[in-house]
């Protein structure tokens, strides 16, 4: 997928990208004890104020977990009165608990560190380091035309981008500011014999509890040339915030099976993007 801006890039290849073995799972219950045992010491992130922290961890080719960051439209209100940041919704916790979970159960050798991840702004030039970006509440995002040209460039260049915690009207902005980054996308409804949901652990329904917002979660994709058997750029988690299941997975807040498919999405992400 290109437009007149890009079509002279040449694909490159990330020098952390691995092949990957799965180690094998003899059951879900298996799963959900591994995950228990991983975050028993992880503290909880409850509350609503955020310490994000500006100090990125030395690139040194490992996976990173990168969340991207981006200036606040407030033309709706402020969020959550003012004493959060949309994009930073979950930090450092669900990073920190996915990670944990993919140093655990695959061969990956994530980093780990005080968030066990990196924040890095829409246009920040270091994002062509990480094949994999996360960002948060995109019914909020806001971008200079700047930042559009670096995000579409990472993107066609072999990036990995993940959609989370947004749903109802906040397609409206996802949408048009995704159309900044690629005028020619489009979106269309993933279904379960994507592979993506089968790239580490075998998703066998995209069905999902709506205890976050009542609405049914559906999984939309962005593919190369618009092209759904070519590689996978973008997927967007609607009406739904795997990011939330991740953060309080080590609580008795939400339902055991439900974060546990929840990690499952996260590290078939994750694998996804290291290995397409």
Do not use: C
């Not at 040194?60 to 990168?66: A, I, K, L, Q």
């Not at 069905?207 to 040339?225: I, K, S």
């Not at 997975?249 to 929840?262: C, F, H, Q, V």
Request: hydrophobic share 40%.
């Amino acid at each position: 997928m290109t437009d007149g801006l890009e079509s002279g890039l040449e694909p490159v290849k990330f020098p952390n990208r691995v092949r990957h073995t799965p180690r094998p799972m003899t059951s879900a219950v298996v799963f959900g004890l591994v995950v228990l045992s991983v975050l028993a010491l992880t503290p909880v992130g409850a509350g609503s104020s955020v310490d994000v922290s500006t100090e990125s961890p030395e690139y040194d080719g490992r996976f990173t977990f990168v969340r991207l960051s981006y200036e606040v439209s407030l033309r709706g209100g402020s969020f959550l009165g003012g004493r959060d940041l949309p994009w930073a919704h979950d930090y450092p916790t669900a990073e920190r608990n996915l990670t944990k979970i993919l140093d655990e159960v695959t061969y990956l050798n994530p980093f780990l560190g005080a968030s066990d991840g990196n924040v890095l702004a829409v246009g920040d030039p270091e994002l062509h380091r990480f094949p994999f970006a996360y960002m948060s509440e995109p019914g909020y995002w806001t971008q200079t035309d700047t930042e559009a040209e670096s995000l579409r460039s990472y993107l066609l260049k072999g990036g990995f981008l993940i959609f989370d915690d947004f749903r109802g009207e906040h397609w409206y902005n996802f949408e048009a500011q995704l159309k900044r980054v690629l005028p020619d996308a489009q979106l269309m409804e993933l279904d379960i014999s994507h592979p993506v949901f089968h790239s580490f652990f075998e998703i066998k329904t995209l069905e999902m509890d709506d205890w976050m917002y009542g609405l049914p979660p559906r999984f939309y994709g962005v593919f190369e040339d618009n092209d759904p058997d070519a590689r996978l750029m973008i997927i967007a988690n609607y009406n739904n915030d795997i990011g939330e299941y991740w953060e309080y997975s080590d609580t008795d807040w939400l339902p055991i099976d439900l974060t546990n498919e929840a990690y499952k999405f996260g590290v078939n992400y994750v694998m996804y993007a290291m290995t397409h």
